[in-house]
Each structure stands twice: as C-alpha cells, then as structure tokens.
C-alpha cells in the first residue's frame, strides 16, 4: 500500500504533526521515523505505528502506545492520537518530546475542538505551528532527516 492509501484527513493530521517534529527535542534528535498504519476493521480504528531512530543510535521498534482514532473521524481527533503514539515512542528511544518552553513535556488534546500542545503552565499552540511559535531554546538543536511512512491499511 502507499501513502495515499489513508483518507485524506489523516493525510493532512500527518503533514501537521510532521512540522512539530522539527523542534523542542532534548536529549537527542529525531533522525528519522518510519511509520505505518494499522486498521482494526472490527473496532473501525486506525493507529499510527512509529519506529524512530536518534541521531547515532539504533531505530527503536516498531510499536504504539496509546489509544487509536476511528478512521473516519475529522483531522483533529485523528491528530490527537498521532501525536499522543508518536510521543510515546519517542519516548521509548530516551529523547523527550515535546520539550516545553518552561520544561517538562507538552501533552496533545482537543481545546475547542482543535489539536492542540499544552505546556506545564497551561499555554497552547496549536498542533503543526510549533516551527512557527517556537522560541530559540537552549536543547539539542533537532533534524529530521527524513520522515518515511509506510502505510498498511486494510479496509474490512
């Protein structure tokens, strides 16, 4: 299957989450992450599977922890889950992201229906505008190198 196998909503949660890769890492930096989503047909609910590879390190495993979106749901909700999946695995290769201004991490949720970032002190962005919003931070000055997606969708 290819990339554009994924509804168009997911298409565009994934281009957004992508640009917020691109900042407020600490502790290494995102070189590289290949992805591939999974569909449940009996529960109707897709999950974004992440291996991410710090610079100078070995790829992490192909995993997700985390709750899936159902497939037809709208962008934000979709992105939500992708941003709470890919968290996590970057988290399993010890590198912390999303780093707050304040530090601490950055949690995904839905403000008025958006996906947005929330810091510790409860300031939001919204999810995709970090590169635009993020101040010059004294961490690990973060590449992605490149992003690969694989893409496994089994429709029912």
């Known amino acids: 299957m290819t990339y554009s196998d994924l509804p168009d909503p997911w298409l565009s949660a994934l281009d957004r989450l992508s640009h917020d890769l691109l900042v407020r890492q600490y502790g290494g930096c995102i070189e590289h ?21 710090i610079a100078g390190r070995r790829p992490g495993r192909l995993g997700c922890s985390g709750s ?24 399993d290769v010890c590198t912390a992201w999303l780093w707050g201004d304040e530090g601490g991490f950055m949690s995904s949720g839905l403000i008025g229906e958006v996906a947005m970032w929330k810091d510790r002190k409860g300031s939001t962005t919204r999810i995709g505008d970090l590169v635009r919003t993020t101040s010059t931070m004294a961490i690990d000055t973060p590449h992605v190198v490149s992003i690969s997606t694989n893409i496994d969708h089994r429709p029912a």
């Open 68 to 91: 899936g979106a159902p497939v037809d749901a709208d962008e934000e909700i979709i992105l939500v889950s992708m941003a709470d999946l890919v968290q996590n695995e970057v988290a």
């Open 33 to 53: 992450i290949d992805w591939v989503a999974e569909y449940d047909p009996e529960g109707g609910a897709g999950w974004l599977m992440s291996s991410v590879t």
